[in-house]
């Protein structure tokens, strides 16, 4: 801590121990004594004055009290004017705001040096508080390091709010949530939290190992979906996976003076004989972070540098972020004309569709097959091996080919990687390049079974950091046997996690193929999507025709 900011606690302290003491006073006491004080400093002012002009005037005990009525005074007035009864708090400067353009460096958490002194408890009412909050004098970001208490800074600024707006948000559940957990590392500000039911699917038979899933959707039918190709393929001797590439990227664009010296910057960054100096660098940031590789890419004289490496069981956003910055400092000792514009240029790609990550890969990239038997098509997924072929290759393939589709070869990937993202605790955005997947359907065996894959170039996901910080997310982190760290084998429980969204957007895509060839989709959306009372009552044969029953893991 530092000196001002020592002093600053220092004085709140006394602010805070004279407002306590003028509080206890009655009114017209309070008056009095507060006009004796300034008569007091009126008069020990003048008094001091003739003292200055007159310096032949020999120095007594008069002189000396006049001194002390002055300090005394001087001393009270300033306690009043910092008493919150006698004047409003002064603004505080808003906090900085932190990167949100794909995940770079994230807000920095409010500190001692930029935020007003936590408080002691029933200094000030909840009323005082709301009032400060809705007039602007206390800014509702500091609330936390005000109070000290996160749970009653969600819950007054959540009033603050009502009386802002003129609406209330009762129905948004405030108690169950631990909100110290979320402070500086998940969402700022709280009010709350959203309520997401969560279905568990399977179990998903996979590479030997049996998974039950859990996924969070407000979506009827997609659990159930899920469960019934997770039926298909355990029913067949289960599906395998391929972790193909585990690398995360960061991409900082720099500018140079002109295009010829971006480009002998480019030569430098990709130079084989460079590689290994920069690794060393970059790799300080992190026990866990290696650098695997730097690809370069030019635009006039801007030169975007896409830096991957692998992160550990961290989905590794601020890791890369941190040798990327070791990097770009060491490069400016050759480089010193260079200029940061960015440290995220687009090319990383984060959150957004993107070729280089479909071609590139980012995160972890996996391959999931399944051979399904043609009995089981047959009983399970109601429809046949040819059906299922030609539909694929005429929706999946040439309609998103129609679409002019980036990555988005397959029927329904971003509803199981969304659903397992937000049950995980996965930055939910980042479903945008992680649901990248082609789907491939075809007859094998002499045309009597199907083979079925899914290819995921960069699925981003970790078991440590942001929101698997959780108890809710943890929970269905420990469901699948992945939560927290592996100290075994760094990086192994993130691997797998991304193997099971994979082997999960499977049975997803054959149970959503299924549906479609038998044309039960429409009829079960109808049926068990609607929030009809009478739904109980329908005839059931189209739920276990279109989807399964999830009741059933056989």
Known sequence: MDVRSGLGARIAAARRALAAGNSSLPLPALRITNGLAMISLVLSSCDLLRL??????????????????????????????????AAAQPKTPAAPSGDHDGGGSPRRPLGVADAPAPMHAGVESDEEIVAAVV???????????RLGDCRRAARLRREALRRVTGRGVEGLPLDGMDYQAILGQCCEMPVGYVQVPVGVAGPLLLDGRHYHVPMATTEGCLVASVNRGCRAIAASGGAASVLLRDAMSRAPVVRLPSAKRAAELKSFVEAAANFETLASVFNRSSRFGRLQGIQCALAGRNLYIRFSCSTGDAMGMNMVSKGVENVLGYLRTDFPDMDLISLSGNYCSDKKPTAVNWIEGRGKSVVCEATIKGGVVQSVLKTTVQTLVELNIIKNLAGSAVAGALGGFNAHASNIVT?????????????????????????????????????????????????????????CLNLLGVRGPNHDS???????????????????????LAALAAGQLVKSHMKYNRSSKDVANDDSSVYSSSVGSSKDPN
């Open 135 to 145: 007039s602007g004098a206390l800014p509702s970001h500091h609330l936390e390091s």
């Open 52 to 85: 200055c002009c007159d310096r032949d005037r020999p120095l007594g005990g008069r002189e000396l009290a006049t001194v002390l009525c002055q300090l005394a005074s001087v001393v009270y007035l300033l306690g009043l004017l910092a008493s919150p009864s």
């Open 490 to 512: 760094p990086g192994a429980n993130a691997k797998l996690l991304a193997t099971i969204v994979a082997g999960s957007v499977l049975a997803g895509e054959l149970s959503l």
């Open 419 to 475: 659903a397992l993202f937000i049950a995980t605790g996965q930055d939910p955005a980042q479903n945008v390049e992680s649901s990248q997947c082609i789907t491939m359907l075809e007859s094998v065996n002499d045309g009597d079974d199907l083979h079925v894959s899914v290819t995921m170039p960069s699925i981003e996901v970790g078991t440590i950091g942001g929101g698997t910080c959780l108890a809710s997310q943890a929970a």
